[in-house]
C-alpha cells in the first residue's frame, strides 16, 4: 500500500503501472499477486477493469482471491474520492462539513496526497468561498493522524497479509514441546 501510495504521490503512477504490467506477465502466481496488491492502490477504471479480469480469468485461485479483495478496495477509494470532488462542489459551510464528516471513516493513508490533487484540478483556492475553505483546511489538519496508519479494508489488517496471504498463515508450526513430567509416576 505504501509503495503504491508513495509511488503515485511523487508523480510516478507511470512507472508503477509497467512494473505492474510487468508482473502480471510472469508465469509466478506470487508475483501476479504482488502486482494485485499494488493495483488496489490505483483506483481508476482501467486498473479496477484489469483486477476485475483477474478476479475470474487468472489461472491462480491465489491470485483471483486475491484479486477478488483487491477490486473492492480500489471501487472502495475510487468511490471516496468522486464523493469528495462532489464535496468540493458544494458551496454551504455546513453542507461541506457534514459531508467530510460522513467521509471521514473511509479514508486511507492515501487521502493525505489525493485530497490536494483532486483540489488542484478544481482550483479551489480560487472557485471556494473562504468559510468553505477553512472547513476543508480544519478537516484535512484535524484528521491527518485520523487516515489510518493501519487500516482494515474490507477485514484485512494490511500489516498481517503479504501478497493476498496473512503472514501468520505461512510460517511454519512451532515445535511441541513433549511432556517434561515422566508418565505413570
Not at 509503495?3 to 505492474?20: F, P, Y
Not at 508482473?23 to 483486477?51: F, H, K, M, Y
Not at 476543508?136 to 485520523?146: G, P, Q
Request: hydrophobic content about 40%; proline content about 5%; some cysteine.
Amino acid at each position: 500500500m505504501y509503495q503504491a501510495i508513495t509511488a503515485q504521490a511523487e508523480g510516478a503512477q507511470k512507472v508503477l503501472l509497467s512494473i505492474c504490467r510487468r508482473l502480471l506477465r510472469t508465469p509466478l502466481a506470487g508475483e501476479r499477486c504482488l502486482a494485485v496488491s499494488l493495483l488496489a492502490w490505483v483506483p481508476d477504471e482501467n486498473q479496477i477493469e484489469r483486477l476485475e479480469q483477474l478476479k475470474t480469468k487468472d489461472p491462480s485461485g491465489w491470485v483471483q482471491k486475491h484479486a477478488e479483495w483487491a477490486v473492492e478496495c480500489a471501487k472502495q477509494e475510487a468511490s471516496v474520492r468522486r464523493y469528495y470532488e462532489r464535496t468540493l462542489k458544494e458551496v454551504d459551510r455546513n453542507v461541506v462539513q457534514a459531508r467530510l464528516h460522513v467521509m471521514l471513516p473511509a479514508l486511507t493513508p492515501a487521502a493525505r496526497w489525493w485530497h490536494r490533487e483532486i483540489e488542484l484540478k478544481r482550483s479551489v483556492a480560487d472557485s471556494v468561498r473562504r468559510d468553505v475553505q477553512a472547513a476543508l483546511a480544519f478537516f484535512w489538519y484535524d484528521t491527518r493522524s485520523e487516515c489510518k496508519k493501519t487500516p482494515k479494508p474490507f477485514g484485512r489488517a494490511l500489516n498481517e497479509y503479504l501478497r493476498g496471504e496473512r503472514i501468520r498463515d505461512l510460517r511454519s508450526p512451532k515445535p511441541q514441546l513433549l511432556d517434561a513430567t515422566p508418565s505413570g509416576r
